[in-house]
């Protein structure tokens, strides 16, 4: 050890008095950046590797008190779509209900004064317009012939449109009736839709 010791080729110098001070102030300085370069390092890159989540989590947290306090709207708003949705289910019939539907239109007919001379279904044009886990949905044309004065037809009319079955017109003609100059004839192409089950 003697001689390791001899071959340093100066001598450390005593510390005393101020070199004191100043070997406290770059042992300090050396840890410092030895922790800022080799510690504190990482520990920043993994803040800044955080700063996009924390940014994203804010957001999300935004939206959440947003749909939080926006809840009692949400409800009344889905609370109101399932009474249009039953609404629209009831106005959906199946396909056994097409001659109580029929009655129905002629029923409606008598009480606009308007005489029904021929109605029928035309299930040849039917077509598929949805279909899902519940069934399948077709729109049906409905084909009605009859004769009557201009305001009982638009009376029939207006209870056709405005019905709980959904019905649509989607086609009409009036002709005068040569025989009775007050009373027309009328073609009338109705929609319905019929829902077959799964």
Excluded: C, W
């Amino acid at each position: 050890m003697k001689n390791l010791i001899d071959k340093i080729p100066f001598e450390i110098p005593e510390i005393t008095g101020k070199m004191k001070y100043y070997f406290l102030a770059g042992f300090i300085l050396f840890v410092l950046l030895f922790d800022y370069v080799f510690i504190m390092g990482f520990q920043i890159n993994a803040l800044k590797s955080l700063i996009p989540k924390s940014v994203e989590l804010s957001k999300e947290l935004k939206e959440t008190k947003y749909n939080l306090k926006n809840m009692p709207h949400y409800q009344k708003e889905v609370s109101r779509l399932r009474g249009n949705l039953s609404k629209v289910e009831m106005s959906v019939l199946s396909r056994e209900e097409i001659p109580m539907l029929l009655e129905k239109i002629s029923r409606l007919a008598i009480s606009s004064d308007v005489q029904i001379d021929q109605i029928m279904p035309l299930k040849d044009s039917q077509e598929l317009v949805l279909e899902n886990d519940g069934g399948k949905y077709f729109s049906l044309p409905i084909y009605v012939r009859g004769q009557g004065g201009y305001h009982a037809i638009g009376e029939l009319f207006n209870r056709i449109e405005t019905d709980e079955v959904f019905m649509s017109i989607e086609d009409f003609d009036i002709t005068q009736n040569s025989g009775h100059p007050r009373r027309h004839i009328v073609k009338i192409a109705i929609t319905i839709f019929v829902m077959e089950k799964n």
